[in-house]
């Protein structure tokens, strides 16, 4: 504020960046001096509230291993016999998608793509999973969802099953594992880790923080499978200790200042079946159903959490499976019993059909999201790293989410179509599918995973090469309209070929792909790091 050589002042207020927006002159006297400051005072702040951006949510997405969607007791209330009282409360708080498919009906490339916004099979690899000791999959300089958050300004975690390659000194017998175990989620938008390598069923079994073992795999113990392990390392401690974890992050983080991000895959209720003497018996449905209500409760400590530290209400909270429940828990024992994990649809985990990729999916995030609503969107959970960015305003670089789109729109209430042009599935062996609108097509003749027909069966070699079914009127995929409608296989198959060809499904410059992308795969044998056949992840 300047006096100038008529006994006027100017008052100019600037920003930060120098530019004025409010400035004004008048005859200098004392009083009117404090009441020009007033009013310039004023203008700085109602411009500075108008120009303040949204405050940033919390995101916190939590992710089941093997949860079919069946085994949430709202979504299924007819079919289904395990309590879950946890995720119907969120759900009663939440938007759930009906229609929200996983991009693989397998563990390792579901994750792939739920961080990256981008199908995994434009990856190396084409089938199966990873095993605990195999190198990462997500490539070094790729930017993920952790490092998009990162860069908003955001405190990222990843509190629980990782299952998507690290690299550790050494091969085989040689691994030193007291080595700093390198290219971890710290390297890839994550500024804290802990967790398991891959599978509770897959060595090494021991948890990792950031870049180390918490205590050293020196012994051998086998849940399914046998390996290393840490000593005081237990299958059954896992869920408790990764909540505790989950818990303690959200603590520490609500007192601050900043956003944060928590991703949680948890690691039930995958084999081994492991529930807690606790949860032993609970749902008279066997050691399955005991670890779901486990799996559920998890859930509930992590929202009572948010609560408890007042920052439920500044939260996004996302909740989905990986794919849908494993066959081989005794799903045939449980249909007996009257619970049906996969509710309504043909299929379990690694088959191409709804079964093995159609979860559940909530979004919560009060005062946007309208809770008790359901969304009948043909969605992904590619979108998750599409919808972020969508939620915080960022742009995504060309090369970065490929073939993710946000699902904010429906979450707000605001979409008029759909938000996809179609959706691509892929199963345990690598057979594709494609979804748009009423149709769904298959270019495999069988399950492409553990169901019968098993592909390379006697079975599936008298039927035809491709499936299409009527998912308006076919739910239960069983009446095959192949013959009948060959302009819309014709269709889809084009299609398809344009999103493999382009390294993209969503608007763009085309991207390339990791390898060559052939969408008509033969019977493929899912290996481990260590070339032995993976019969079930």
């Known amino acids: 504020m ?137 490539a070094h300089d790729r930017l993920t969802v ?6 908003q300004g955001y405190r990222t975690a990843c509190i629980g099953k990782w299952h998507l390659g690290l690299t550790f000194a050494g091969k085989g017998e040689n ?145 989905a499976s990986d794919n849908g429940c494993a066959p081989y828990i005794g799903v045939t024992n449980l249909e007996q019993q009257g619970h049906f994990p996969s509710a309504d649809r043909r299929g379990y985990k690694a088959d191409i059909w709804d079964g093995g990729h159609r979860i559940p999916l909530f979004a919560r995030w009060s005062g946007k999201v309208k809770a008790g609503t359901t969304s009948d969107q043909l969605v992904c959970l590619v979108d998750f790293m599409a919808t972020c960015a969508d939620v915080l305003g960022a742009k995504l670089p060309e090369n970065t989410a490929e073939d993710s789109v946000s699902l904010l729109p429906a979450m707000l209430g605001t979409a008029t179509a759909p938000l996809h042009e179609a959706v691509v599935s892929h199963s345990i062996n690598g057979s594709f599918a494609i979804r748009q609108g009423r149709w769904k097509l298959e270019l495999c003749p069988d399950s492409g995973g553990w169901s019968a027909p098993k592909p390379g069966s006697p079975e599936a070699e008298k039927l035809p090469p491709v499936q299409l079914y009527d998912m308006s009127k076919d739910i239960g995929e069983r009446t095959n309209e192949w013959a009948a409608q060959p302009e819309v296989v014709a269709r889809l ?20 792909n990791d390898v060559i992308v052939n969408i008509r795969k033969e019977k493929a044998l899912s290996k481990d790091d260590e070339g032995k056949v993976i019969t079930h992840d």
């Not at 952790?146 to 860069?151: E, F, I, K």
């Open 2 to 138: 300047n006096t100038d050589k008529h006994g006027f002042f100017r008052c100019e207020l600037r920003t930060q960046t120098g530019i004025s927006f409010a400035s004004m002159s008048i005859r200098a006297h004392p009083w009117l001096k404090i009441g020009a400051v007033c009013f310039a005072a004023a203008v700085l702040f109602c411009v500075c509230a108008q120009a303040a951006p949204p405050a940033k949510p919390n995101i916190v997405f939590i992710l089941a291993d093997d949860l079919g969607y069946g085994d949430v007791h709202c979504l299924n209330p007819e079919r289904g016999k395990i309590a879950t009282p946890c995720l119907d409360k969120l759900a009663a708080q939440s938007m759930t998608f009906t229609e929200a498919h996983s991009s693989s009906a397998v563990c390792t490339p579901s994750r792939y793509s739920i961080l990256t916004g981008r199908y995994n099979w434009r990856s190396h690899l084409q089938s199966g999973v990873l095993g605990g000791f195999s190198p990462p999959l997500i």
């Open 146 to 151: 952790a490092g998009l958050l990162q860069q």
């Open 175 to 319: 691994r030193d594992l007291a080595q700093p175990i390198k290219n971890n989620p710290t390297t890839l938008g994550f500024d804290y880790f802990f967790g398991i390598a891959a599978s509770l069923d897959m060595p090494p079994f021991a948890f990792i923080e950031n870049d180390h073992f918490t205590q050293l795999p020196t012994v051998t113990k086998k849940w399914v499978r046998a390996g290393l392990a840490a000593p005081d390392f237990e299958a059954a401690d896992v869920v408790p200790e990764l909540t505790r974890k989950a818990k303690e992050f959200i603590a520490a983080n609500a007192a601050t200042n900043g956003p944060f991000f928590l991703y949680l895959p948890l690691t039930s209720p995958h084999t081994p079946l492991v529930p807690t003497k606790e949860w032993q018996g609970k749902s008279s449905l066997g050691s399955y159903g005991d670890f779901v209500m486990e799996t559920d409760w998890a859930v509930g400590e992590v929202l009572a959490a948010l609560d408890k530290n007042g920052v439920a209400d500044k939260t996004l909270v996302m909740f």
């Open 493 to 512: 198959t084009k299609l398809l070929e344009k999103y493999a060809a382009d390294g993209r499904s969503t608007a763009g410059k085309p991207q390339a």
